[in-house]
């Protein structure tokens, strides 16, 4: 099969795919992306456009509560369901209609499917062979890690994923891990005054304890145990 020819092949349409593809057109070569799921990657989809939304309506909630003036004409609770339809508008109900055509708009061309490098500069995706005169950029960024945890796979577990495009709150959710990701699913809690927080971390024992303290700040019951039981084992 002959391949097609490009001068820079892309893996992978997020923001770093985009922009590497962006500027490669820019200096006058033809590019063609690589993408197996949607055009604009985990942050247009699930991750910060969709986090900082849920977000936003709970800040400003809290920001009024907090405002002597303001506090005064808070009389509800937020509208979750609002709330959720805003964070669909944000992802366009996850459909990447107007990003395909920004790209198509930059003069970038775009692969729907798994690609595969099999051969120097050389990506086949499905039936097509796609060969670059320069180079393949690799820029698929990473997923969720699934610890070693009996019982994991039977648990219907999230991953950011399920938690920024949830549909019913829960009534409660235990975190691991307690980096950026982790600490914004606090994110739920101003949707439900009940929801109970847990964070638990293997690693970096004070930044645990200083997140932890700032979501017990935020009204999230966060668990800084773990992590001080680290910091005396290393004799901090």
């Known amino acids: 099969m002959d391949a097609e020819e490009y001068d820079l092949i892309v893996i992978?349409?997020?923001?770093?795919?985009?922009?590497?593809?962006d500027r490669a057109v820019h200096g006058g070569l033809r590019t063609v992306i690589v993408e197996s799921e949607l055009v604009g990657g985990e942050c247009s989809y699930w991750a910060c456009m969709p986090s900082k939304t849920l977000l936003r309506a709970g800040a400003a909630l809290r920001g009024a509560r907090d405002a002597p003036g303001a506090a005064e004409a808070v009389t509800g609770d937020l509208d979750v369901a609002a709330v959720l339809r805003?964070?669909?508008e944000v992802?366009?109900?996850?459909n990447d209609a107007g990003q395909v055509e920004w790209l198509g708009q930059a003069g970038i061309d775009?692969?729907?499917?798994?690609?595969?490098?099999t051969g120097e500069r050389e990506v086949t995706v499905g039936g097509r062979v796609l060969r670059a005169r320069h180079a393949v950029a690799?820029?698929?960024?990473?997923?969720?890690?699934?610890?070693?945890?009996?019982?994991?796979?039977?648990?219907?577990?999230?991953t950011s994923r399920e938690a920024t495009g949830v549909r019913?709150?829960?009534?409660s959710l235990v975190v691991i891990g307690g980096g950026v990701a982790?600490?914004?699913?606090?994110?739920?809690?101003?949707?439900?005054?009940a929801i109970r927080t847990s964070v638990f971390e293997d690693q970096w024992a004070s930044m645990a304890i200083a997140v932890a303290s700032r979501l017990e700040h935020a009204g999230i019951i966060g668990s800084a145990?773990?992590?001080?039981?680290?910091l005396r084992e290393s004799g901090v």
């Open 86 to 88: 805003r964070r669909d």
């Open 91 to 94: 992802v366009h109900e996850w």
């Open 225 to 230: 145990l773990y992590a001080k039981d680290r």
């Open 138 to 158: 690799v820029c698929t960024g990473s997923a969720s890690l699934l610890p070693d945890v009996p019982g994991i796979a039977e648990a219907e577990l999230w």
């Open 12 to 21: 992978g349409a997020g923001p770093v795919g985009e922009n590497v593809a």
């Open 168 to 171: 019913d709150v829960p009534a």
């Open 110 to 117: 775009l692969v729907r499917g798994h690609g595969v490098i």
């Open 182 to 193: 982790a600490a914004g699913d606090r994110l739920l809690k101003p949707m439900k005054e």
